[in-house]
């Protein structure tokens, strides 16, 4: 984590954020089972950089998380208890008031539930809110089109293209495509995630939102 000087407690620890229809809170090597039966779509993890983040949740994938220095968190839907997916806040800098936000898949029953909306709803209050950054950086891949709609759909503005940025676990080379959200936009993203949710928790799942 790059602090650029001393770190204070919020920006050190995982947080545990809790809403209405989903508990995000931080993962341990007990989740391992409710993570491997949340992956229920070969697909998830397609668009995933190649290594063993792009591979069915294991053991293994589960340590390797907890031991490479981002905040991961596990998702648990609220009505059932069941681990639903994943996300993690990572490239910290305190010092310049920045996050990356990713790694991040939902079991295929949720992907457009209010689940996925209030999800994104508490990190990002939690990021500007909690930590006071200015600035949320989300990277997907260029052939992932439903995270990319689900991207911008929540007011993520699109910065640029990172070319032949990473290998893909097929072998090809992905380009990465990088969006944010700062702080000057938090109030105006916030109220279209509030609506999102209002909306889905009333009408059912929509068609959007993956994995990055």
Partial sequence: ????????????????????????????????????????DPETLRFFPYGI????????????????????????????????????IYNMSELHGRVTVGYTWLASRVRGTAINAESKLLVLEHV?????????????????????????????TEEGALRRHARRRDGTVRTTIVYSVTDEEWTRVRDGLLDRI????????AADGLAR
């Avoid at 909690?130 to 439903?146: F, H, I, K, P, S």
């Avoid at 209002?198 to 799942?205: L, T």
Wanted: no cysteine; net charge neutral.
């Fill in 1 to 40: 984590m790059d602090s650029g000087g001393i770190v204070t407690d919020h920006w050190r620890k995982p947080p545990t954020l809790r809403g209405e229809f989903v508990l995000l809170r931080p993962t341990t090597p007990a989740d391992v089972d409710g993570l491997a039966r949340a992956h229920d």
């Fill in 53 to 88: 983040e792009s591979e069915p949740p294991s053991v293994a994938s589960v340590d390797h998380a907890l031991r490479s220095g981002r905040q991961t968190l596990t998702q648990v839907d609220v009505a059932s208890g069941e681990i639903v997916g994943t996300t993690s």
């Fill in 128 to 156: 500007f809110g909690t930590l006071g950054a200015r600035r949320v950086e989300l990277n997907v891949d260029d052939q992932n089109v439903r995270s990319r709609a689900a991207v911008t759909a929540i007011g993520a």
């Fill in 198 to 205: 209002s909306r889905r928790s009333a009408n059912g799942p």
